[in-house]
């Protein structure tokens, strides 16, 4: 299944034009997330700059720190490299090459618009540290766009990623930016996708599943009272506590 392969993935890019099936695709992903793996075993962080695609996720059990303003969005990619700073250290006095606890998933929504903001190259090169060194301290990053326009999306970050998916393109220069090959401008509507990963090139159907689906799913794993998400100072504690702890 789709949603299952692209969590097992080290870090996955998703694009397509308006109206492909980003949003469908990264629902699926999220409550195929939330629904099959165990808190204990991985948590999520949500950024989302439109202020969203992801709200209705922001106090499910399985969420760290929920982030939509620029000054959160940098204090979550910052913790993040805190947690993967810790896990090597960790790595270290084991002698291990691979981190074997709780994996931690970064979601981001709308990459372009994060690199066109006031701090977008701020925001580059964290995200881009992130994708070179968390694959071994269980830290995937899984980011969605329009198809990436490689003056706004810079190639040496779009090569970071692992895995993409490419859905319905305008143009086979648009698939090529995302998969380094045309095919996507020929996909339906919505419904499809060409998987791009280390093993080659696969198309794949992407299962539907609805806003109100979605919306069940996030109730269902809701905490019974609100966290606060806003303020930047509140993130590294939500690292830092047990239920989200750093190592």
């Given at each position: ?20 099936g ?17 808190r ?7 950024i ?21 303003e ?5 204090a ?36 372009a618009d ?13 995200l ?10 269980g ?12 003056k ?14 490419a859905?319905?393109?305008?143009s086979?220069i ?29 198309k ?25 998400q ?7 504690a939500?690292f830092?506590n047990s ?5």
């Amino acid at each position: 299944m789709i949603y299952r392969d692209i969590l097992n993935a080290p870090h996955t890019l998703i694009a397509g034009t308006t109206g492909s099936g980003k949003s469908v695709l990264m629902n699926g992903i999220i409550t195929t997330f939330i629904e099959n793996v165990p808190r204990e075993k991985a948590y999520m962080v949500l950024i989302d700059p439109k202020k969203v695609e992801f709200s209705i996720y922001a106090n499910t059990e399985h969420c760290a720190a929920y982030a939509d303003e620029l000054p959160t969005i940098i204090a979550a990619l910052d913790t993040a490299i805190d947690v993967i700073g810790d896990r090597y250290e960790l790595m270290k006095k084991q002698r291990t090459r691979r981190y074997t606890g709780r994996e931690v998933y970064i979601f981001v929504d709308e990459l372009a618009d994060l690199m066109i903001s006031p701090k977008g190259k701020e925001i580059k090169t964290k995200l881009q540290k992130i994708l070179q060194i968390g694959r071994a301290a269980g830290v995937h990053v899984i980011a969605a766009t329009q198809a990436p326009n490689r003056k706004v999306i810079p190639a040496e970050l779009v090569l970071n990623f692992t895995d993409r998916i490419a859905l319905r393109c305008l143009s086979a220069i648009e698939s090529r930016q995302i998969i380094n090959a045309s095919g996507a401008e020929s996909l339906p509507r919505y419904g499809e996708g060409i998987y791009m990963s280390p093993n080659g090139y696969e198309k794949v159907n992407i299962p539907f599943i609805s806003d109100a689906q979605a919306e069940s799913i996030a109730r269902k794993h809701s905490v019974s009272s609100p966290r606060p998400q806003r303020r930047p100072s509140i993130l590294a504690a939500l690292f830092g506590n047990s239920r989200f702890a750093r190592a």
